[in-house]
Structure formats: C-alpha cells, structure tokens
C-alpha cells in the first residue's frame, strides 16, 4: 500500500509570508505526528493526533505555528509570519495505534517538506 | 530535558569491517529503544528495535542495550557502501514532558568506503 505523503517536498517562501504543509498519512493510521528537523539537528517533536483526542501540542515552538487533522486522516501544519530560523525540513509520521499501544508502534515517515524562508 | 547522545561522526570504516554505532540516553527509566536509519536527503526509517537489556540481531545488524548504563548500540557487520547514510538513535520518552514521544539523538554518519 501507499505510504506517508507529504506535499510539498519543498517550499521556498518569503519572511513574513504564511505556509502550509500537507501529511497524508497511511490508511487505517490513527496515529500521527510532526516533527522538525534543522540542519545538524536531530528530529523535534511538533504535535501528536491520535484518533479523535486532543492533539498533543506541547512540542510547538511558538503560536505561529498550528496544525490541524481533518476526518481523522490529512493533517495540514500552518506556520503563520514564517521566519528564518522556521526554515528546516518538516517530517510528518504515521503509526497504527500511537501511543496506547506504547513504544512498540512503529512510525512510518514521509519523504518531508524542506521549507526556505528568505 | 531528556536527552539522546550520540558522536555526529562521520565514522569511516572499509567495506566489509564492523561498524560500530553508539547512543547514550539521560532518561533512567526508559524502556524502548529504537535505530533508524536516513539517507541523504530521504526520511527516516526504523531498522531495529530494542527494549530488553543484551543483543538482538536482525541479519548484519545487532542493537546491544545496557541499561545500568544507559547505553545502546548498533553493530552493523560486513558493512557495505549501501550502509553509508546517517544512523539515528531515538528514547522513548517516559516523563518529564517528553511522556509518549520519540526522542532523537542527531545522528551519526556513517561513509562506508570501497
């Protein structure tokens, strides 16, 4: 089957300009997740949707960035006044059961988003 | 703050020898410890788990955990140039805010040469 999606790979903006990054998980996933990562940096949490709970948004740099999870399946995370310092690949993973299930549900990634502020 | 160490490398090692990958983790209580492996410029995917203290091995590759130590390692045998991409140790996290997420070290890179 089709794994995770994510459109677009990559995204050149403007400082100031608004964004949105699209994560089509795997079907039947209820689980998924945003992660960030920079140039020499390991992965950074973002945000966790799993089924219909709150997100888990503790891992949001700041409010201009948000994220959202429409009928349980495509997630859409908006940086609003990007930055420079915004500018980073977006991984976006999906897994089966998230975190009910514990550590043992394994996250399948994207290809990413690289997004460039100027 | 958890924390997940690792050397960014680059580790060089002939083709066929042992390449030898080292994680090192703050979180005392973790249980569930995990290897993935990212080529340049593609996302990450998981090639070994490991959540019980010794060896487990999966073909070339063996995840090693020591726990009192709080230590975990990734063997690759025969190494080949394939095997040249950078490999990320990931905690799962148990508290402290990191509850319930993947936390990932930076990464060693790993060149594996003809």
């Known amino acids: 089957g089709a794994g995770v999606s994510q459109s677009p790979s990559n995204k050149v903006t403007e400082k100031g300009k608004d964004v949105e990054l699209r994560c089509d998980p795997i079907?039947?996933?209820?689980?998924l997740y945003w992660y960030r990562q920079s140039l020499g940096q390991g992965l950074e949490f973002l945000i966790y949707?799993?089924?219909?709970?709150?997100?888990?948004k503790s891992g949001l740099p700041s409010d201009r960035f948000s994220a959202e999870r429409t009928g349980g399946s495509v997630s859409t995370l908006t940086i609003q006044r990007t930055q420079q310092e915004d500018s980073a690949v977006y991984l976006c993973?999906?897994?089966?059961?998230?975190?009910?299930?514990?550590?043992?549900?394994?996250?399948?990634f994207g290809p990413g988003t690289r997004l460039t502020v100027l | 703050q958890k924390e997940v160490e690792q050397n960014s490398g680059p580790l060089s090692v002939p083709e066929g020898a042992i390449a030898s990958l080292n994680c090192t983790y703050s979180?005392?209580?973790?249980?569930?410890f995990f290897w993935y492996r990212q080529y340049s410029g593609k996302s990450p995917e998981l090639i070994m788990s490991?959540?019980?203290?010794g060896d487990k091995e999966d073909g070339r590759f063996t995840a090693q955990l020591n726990k009192a130590s709080q230590y975990v390692s990734l063997l690759i045998r025969d190494s080949q140039p394939s095997d040249s991409a950078t490999y990320l140790c990931?905690?799962?996290?148990?508290?402290?805010?990191?509850?319930?997420?993947?936390?990932f070290g930076k990464g060693t890179k790993l060149s594996v040469k003809p």
């Open positions: 993973a999906s897994s089966l059961v998230g975190r009910p299930s514990g550590a043992a549900d394994t996250q399948y």
């Open positions: 079907s039947g996933h209820t689980a």
């Open positions: 949707f799993q089924g219909n709970s709150a997100p888990d």
């Open positions: 979180d005392r209580v973790s249980q569930s």
């Open positions: 490991i959540y019980s203290n």
């Open positions: 990931a905690v799962w996290g148990t508290g402290g805010g990191s509850q319930g997420n993947l936390i």
